[in-house]
């Protein structure tokens, strides 16, 4: 599975949109990218997933640039409830289940 | 629907004994895969089973082992106990393991060797 890379923090003023960015530049052809999210003491939830085109649901949207090489999660209201390490994962089709963690953006969203 | 079940919540253990976990996946998802987070090592993957066999295995030693039963309820053992092992151990369930499919995740089981 491709490697990725986060920024470790984030702040974001509730209210406001929060563009997490995450970069995967040795993403091969067939491999998706993931976004899951982590809040304190909880098992982690997923977000949103995608190929190559931007996708968007009820809880964010996916920005794939189109050498698919980064990726923007975007929350668009963020909320306090948002406050989260958010993990960036690329996963390979050949993998099944297997999800490779990174260390992820903490994301803290403030009054 | 109801969610991903583990049990214990939290377990404290003595080192040099086993210790056994429990989860329950979605009604359903056939595909049930286990991880470790701790603080210095994050999260990692432990191994997956489907339908009843393992399908892959993270770089764990052999003290830690699990198994699924017909109903996909899985079990993970981890056996002689070291102060390292006290982590929280996370259960997701898929619907098929598949790439397409998102894994939902339970709460976890806090464990704590002492």
């Known amino acids: 599975d491709a490697k990725t890379t986060q920024p470790p923090s984030m702040d974001c003023a509730e209210g406001r949109a929060a563009n997490l960015p995450c970069n995967h530049s040795?993403?091969?052809?067939?491999?998706?990218v993931y976004w899951y999210r982590q809040i304190h003491s909880q098992g982690p939830q997923y977000i949103i997933h995608g190929l190559k085109n931007n996708e968007t649901n009820e809880m964010a949207s996916l920005i794939i640039t189109e050498d698919r090489k980064s990726s923007t999660l975007i929350l668009p209201h963020a909320t306090l409830r948002d406050t989260a390490v958010y993990y960036c994962?690329?996963?390979?089709?050949?993998?099944?289940?297997?999800?490779?963690f990174g260390t992820g953006t903490r994301l803290q969203v403030t009054l | 629907k109801a969610g991903v079940t583990q049990t214990p919540r939290y377990l404290i253990k003595t080192r040099g004994q086993q210790v056994t976990l429990s989860c329950s996946p979605i009604?359903?998802?056939?595909?049930v895969s286990w991880y470790q987070q701790t603080p210095g090592q994050g999260l990692q993957f432990l191994f997956e089973?489907?339908?009843?066999?393992?399908?892959n295995k993270g770089n764990f030693p052999g003290r830690f082992s699990g198994r699924q039963f017909s109903n996909s309820r899985s079990e993970m053992n981890v056996s002689t106990l070291e102060l390292g092992d006290s982590a929280l151990y996370l259960c997701a369930s898929s619907v098929a393991g598949t790439v397409n499919t998102e894994a939902f995740f339970g709460q976890g089981t806090r464990l704590t060797v002492v």
């Open positions: 040795t993403i091969s052809g067939n491999e998706y």
């Open positions: 009604s359903g998802h056939r595909s």
């Open positions: 994962i690329v996963k390979y089709t050949g993998t099944a289940s297997k999800l490779t």
């Open positions: 089973y489907f339908s009843e066999t393992q399908r």
